[in-house]
Each structure stands twice: as C-alpha cells, then as structure tokens.
C-alpha cells in the first residue's frame, strides 16, 4: 500500500501541506532554472557568434537574448522573501470530499 499511496497514513491537511512545499522545491525551482540557463545560453551565443563588433544596444538580436525584466524581478523577490523561487505558486486547494473516493 506504501508503494502505491505513500502518504496514506498522514492526515490530509499535511499532505497538502508536503505536496506544497515539495512542488516549490522541485517544479517550480527547475523551471526557473531552466529559463534562467536558457536566457544565458542565448547571450553565450550572441556574444560568440558577434564577439568584435557586439554592441548589446543596438544588434537585432539583443532583445532575445535579454533576460527579461519579470525574471529579474522575480529573482529578487525570492530572495527577498527567502523562498529562493522565482514564481509565487497558488496553494493547494483542497477537495470538497475528504472522506472516501476524491
């Protein structure tokens, strides 16, 4: 049973509570790395393929490389916050039936 409803034995508030916290630690903290590397990647490449005449100012590729402005943002309000994630997720809303089949 383990195998198959690993949280079974825990009360159900708790469960939210351990989904939540483990859906900020991975998902969220994953895809923010994710946009991160990918925002970098992107400015690796312009900055190799451009390096002598590369002025991030005026090159039309610019743009698509700058990391934007929400990301920047949100980077700072994890930290501020000391959650470390750069999204705010919604909580766990919980199932109008808790007592039987949900």
């Given at each position: 049973l383990d195998v198959v409803t690993p949280l079974h034995r825990m009360p159900y508030a708790e469960q939210l509570q351990?989904?939540?916290s483990q859906m900020a630690a991975a998902c969220v903290t994953k895809a923010c790395r994710g946009i991160r590397?990918?925002?970098?990647?992107?400015?690796?490449d312009?900055?190799?393929?451009?390096?002598?005449?590369f002025d991030s100012a005026t090159h039309p590729?610019?743009?698509?490389a700058r990391m934007?402005?929400?990301?920047?943002d949100s980077q700072q309000r994890g930290k501020a916050s000391g959650s470390g994630t750069m999204?705010?997720?919604?909580?766990?809303?919980?199932?109008p039936v808790q007592v039987g089949y949900r």
């Open positions: 351990l989904k939540q590397r990918e925002f970098q990647k992107r400015q690796q312009l900055h190799r393929t451009n390096a002598r005449d590729s610019a743009d698509r934007p402005a929400w990301i920047l999204l705010e997720t919604d909580p766990i809303r919980p199932a």
